[in-house]
Every structure is written in C-alpha cells, then in structure tokens.
C-alpha cells in the first residue's frame, strides 16, 4: 500500500527511528517509500557515525534493538511524531489509507510494545500504526490518537481499558554488583524514574527496609533510562519484572533480593475513547492485544 510521505528526505536518524520502532527493514522500506537497501545503508551509516551497534538479528533472524539502540529511539520517537505533526499543520494533508494513531510512555513503547509490532503487521499489512510516545495523561479531545497506553487502574471516565501487563515490581541490578542480601541495597545509588517516582517508596516500605532514604540517588526521565543505567553498573533499579524480561533471560541484570511488590490493578492499559465509533483498524488492533496479553 502506498504511503504519504510526510518527513523531509531520508537520512540515517530518520531510516533507524522507523526500523526500530517497526523491528523491520522492509516494512521502514514501505513506509519511506525507499528499498531496504537503502534504509540498511542508511542505519550502517548512522551507527558508525555513533560508535555502536544500535540493532542485531535474535536467533530465527528476528531483527531487536540493542541496549544503546532502544535508548536513543525512545529519544528520537517524539521529535519525529512532533515533525509529522508540524508537516501536516504546514500542509494541511491527512494519513491515507487505513492508519492507526496510538500513543504510549516511551518505557513500555520499547520495552514491550514495539518487540510484538512486527506480529500485527504481519496479520494486517492493510493497517499503517503511527506510534508516538509521552508518559502524559491520555486527552482524546486535544490529540488525534485512536488509542493509547496509560498506566493507571485502568478506570477513567469515558474511556474503554484493556489491561496489558501485571505491574510487579523487583528490584534490578547488574550482577556485577554483587548484592547478596537487603542490607547490601544502601552500599549502592538507587535509580529513579521521574515518571514512576514513587516506586522505591513503595517497594522499600513493602519490603520492610528502614535504612535507606527512598528519594536518594539517581533520577531519569523514564524507567527505559533508568534501567539501562542499572545494565551498565550505575546503581539498582526498580522495575516493572515483565518489562525487563529479556535482561533477566539473558542475565545482564539480575534480581538481588527475593521480594516482590504486585501493584494489582495499578498498571498499563490499552484505552480507547467510548464516545466514537470503533474503526476497523482499532478493532483489529484491539482484539490482537487481547490474543497477545497474558490472561
């Protein structure tokens, strides 16, 4: 299907941002109207201008993103969303075809989100996804979004929820660290999310840990930034255990401390406006999530 193409000429940033965000060379081809020779050349030549790999093939030919390439696409996401939205004002010009605006937090963008992209366009290769990131709560008056991610439990006025994730939180560190037990935890810097701030409280007052101060060390934007600093060695992390699945897999981060805090309701959903009729697309979208979410 053919796309408007409403971003300036190709360029290195531009071919990586939607090979990341879509996990495929040739669908970014597609939506860049470009051959994916072309877009490979482009990302090879972005990451050797950056010094480091920023996407690799998993066993099977699965194309993921590397540590440093889920980083910088939760930074370039939002300012190429905020171009596509300035070229339309400048242009007056709308999406073709059957596409599908979602906005979600960046963390749960890379984390989980994008990972099973590939699957939905491999089921719908009708439906273009525009997917942009903010930790902002959903406003469907003031933004052209179809749907959104929002953590939350999940009841707001207005608004249909379907629940993504459980939300339980660990503890997360390099294993370089060497943390035996609870008492190690104040030896080490804490590291913050600012869109989850009260994390480390929760979890610290939960577990019954009195001698640490839950608002020391360090503070990131979003929980993405947060725990790639605790895969480098900066320091301890809270995290949300399904979004850091893979680094426990693999074993570049490693839970310490044998508790865990299950926030019940409190955690990501899929929401959508009541008051407008379902398109076609949402409703394809929605019931993959369905399919794709643990029951």
Do not use: C
């Amino acid at each position: 299907m053919a796309r408007h193409n409403l971003l300036p000429p190709l360029n290195p940033a531009r071919a990586f941002e939607a090979t990341g965000r879509l996990l495929s060379v040739t669908k970014a081809a597609e939506e860049l109207s470009v051959t994916p020779a072309a877009v490979s050349r482009q990302v090879r030549t972005l990451e050797s201008y950056l010094g480091t790999a920023l996407l690799d093939r998993a066993p099977g030919g699965r194309m993921q993103l590397t540590p440093a390439g889920a980083r910088y696409l939760s930074e370039l996401m939002p300012l190429f969303a905020g171009l596509r939205e300035a070229t339309l004002a400048v242009t007056g010009s709308r999406y073709g075809g059957n596409t599908l605006r979602i906005r979600s937090p960046a963390t749960f963008a890379v984390r989980w989100l994008i990972p099973r992209l590939a699957s939905f366009h491999q089921q719908h290769k009708d439906i273009d996804v525009q997917l942009t990131t903010s930790f902002q709560p959903l406003d469907f008056q003031r933004e052209d979004i179809d749907a959104g991610v929002q953590l939350g439990n999940g009841h707001w006025g207005g608004l249909s929820a379907l629940r993504l994730i459980p939300n339980v939180l660990v503890v997360v560190a390099a294993p370089s660290l060497q943390i035996r037990s609870r008492r190690d935890l104040a030896r080490h810097s804490l590291l913050h999310s600012l869109a989850r701030p009260e994390d480390w409280m929760l979890w610290l007052d939960a577990a019954g840990v009195r001698n640490l101060d839950p608002s020391r060390g360090m503070k990131y934007e979003t929980s993405l930034l947060a725990y790639q600093a605790a895969v480098e060695g900066h320091g301890i992390a809270i995290a949300q255990r399904d979004l850091v699945a893979k680094e426990l897999a693999d074993g570049t981060l490693v839970t310490p401390v044998d508790f865990s805090l299950d926030r019940g309701e409190h955690t990501y959903y899929f929401a959508w406006a009541t008051d407008r009729p379902e398109s076609s697309a949402l409703r394809a979208f929605r019931q993959w999530l369905s399919a794709t979410v643990p029951s």
